[in-house]
């Protein structure tokens, strides 16, 4: 597998570019580039990636709603993320990656309507339109289980995959977005083994993160860097060590060098404590 995460020395070009990777040792990067608007420096950050053996995990499309209740902002979703598609398949990221989007006002907010068969059918519909708009030839449109909406699960995240029926739709893993009850917290390991079982041959990319639970009613959970937390990393890693090696691990959601460095150091742990190479 390949560890990455964000990069904090200055650049303006591929070179600088890949030299704060290297600095940071990542073998796996984001993309560099969110908008397709000069179609040379997207090709050269490309042969960068390529000739330096850096592979770029994902162009994010975040905060964009393909499914939002207001047609305007539904419209606009999905041509982002039909641009942001476009862009992972010219840059060579493996990915492009969103949530399923929200029938809230905000992209990614919790509904009442979140598992209804009109939602299903709608989600069903946008990502539908987002591949055949884009039309990638080498990149996958993925999308994130979360906590309250679907996916939420292997099951229902292959439910999705058959019902979509896109080549170019695939799975983007991030386990800690699916611990959401006190049963799966204390039994991470075997919802992690499950979700590799059954959606394995679909990961394109992984999130790195951790995930405490606080002795404080009701239920309350928190995101934490990795190692803070209950995440079982050995676990993780070890289902992950399996797919193609070429697959990211990309450490996000915190704060400043200094955290990305500890939670990589973690992660690096747990993998020679393993025999597992990043």
Same mark, same amino acid.
């Given at each position: ?5 964000p990069v904090?020395?200055s ?6 570019w890949?030299?704060?990777l290297?600095?940071h040792?990542? %073998?796996a990067?984001? *993309?560099?580039i969110?908008? &397709? ?13 390529e000739?330096?053996? =850096?592979?770029i995990?994902?162009?994010? &499309?975040?905060?964009n709603?393909?499914i939002?209740p207001?047609d305007a %902002?539904r +419209? /606009?979703? =999905? ?7 476009a862009?992972?398949d010219q ?12 029938r ?7 509904h009442?309507?979140?598992? %209804?068969?009109d ?5 069903? /519909? ?6 055949d ?17 679907i996916?939420?699960?292997?099951? *229902?995240?292959?439910?999705l995959?058959?019902a979509?029926?896109?080549? /170019?739709?695939?799975?983007h893993?991030?386990?800690?977005n699916?611990?959401?009850?006190p049963r ?9 083994k499950?979700?590799?079982?059954k959606?394995?041959?679909y990961? +394109?990319s992984?999130?790195a993160k951790? =995930?405490?639970?606080?002795? +404080? ?8 860097r990795p190692g803070?937390g209950n ?6 890693l070890q289902?992950?060590? +399996? ?15 200094e955290?990305?460095?500890r939670?990589?150091?973690h992660?690096?742990?747990v993998?020679? /404590?393993?025999?597992i190479t990043l």
């Open positions: 597998m390949r560890l990455g995460g904090f020395k650049h303006n070009d591929p070179e600088g890949i030299a704060a290297k600095y040792g990542y %073998t990067a984001f *993309s560099p969110r908008e &397709a608007e000069d179609s040379d420096l997207v090709d050269a950050y490309a042969k960068a990636a000739e330096n053996d =850096i592979v995990a994902e162009v994010p &499309a975040f905060g709603n393909p939002s207001d %902002t +419209k /606009q979703g =999905i041509e982002t993320c039909q641009q942001r598609l862009l992972a840059i060579g990221a493996r990915c492009c990656v969103n949530v399923a989007g929200s809230a006002e905000r992209w990614a907010a919790p009442e309507d979140s598992y %209804t068969e939602t299903f059918d709608l989600i069903v /519909q946008s990502i539908r339109e987002i591949i708009g884009a039309n990638p030839k080498r990149s996958f449109y993925t999308i994130e289980m979360m906590p309250w909406m996916p939420d699960s292997a099951d *229902s995240n292959l439910e995959l058959k979509i029926d896109r080549p /170019q739709l695939a799975v893993f991030d386990p800690v699916i611990v959401n009850s799966r917290y204390f039994n991470n390991g075997a919802l992690i499950e979700c590799f079982d959606l394995g041959p990961i +394109k992984c999130h951790d =995930i405490l639970m606080h002795d +404080k009613l009701t239920v309350h959970l928190d995101e934490v803070l995440l079982d990393y050995k676990t993780f289902e992950l060590n +399996k797919l193609d090696p070429n697959t990211p691990l990309m450490v996000e959601h915190l704060k400043g060098e955290e990305y460095t939670a990589a150091d992660i690096r742990s993998a020679t /404590q393993n025999g």
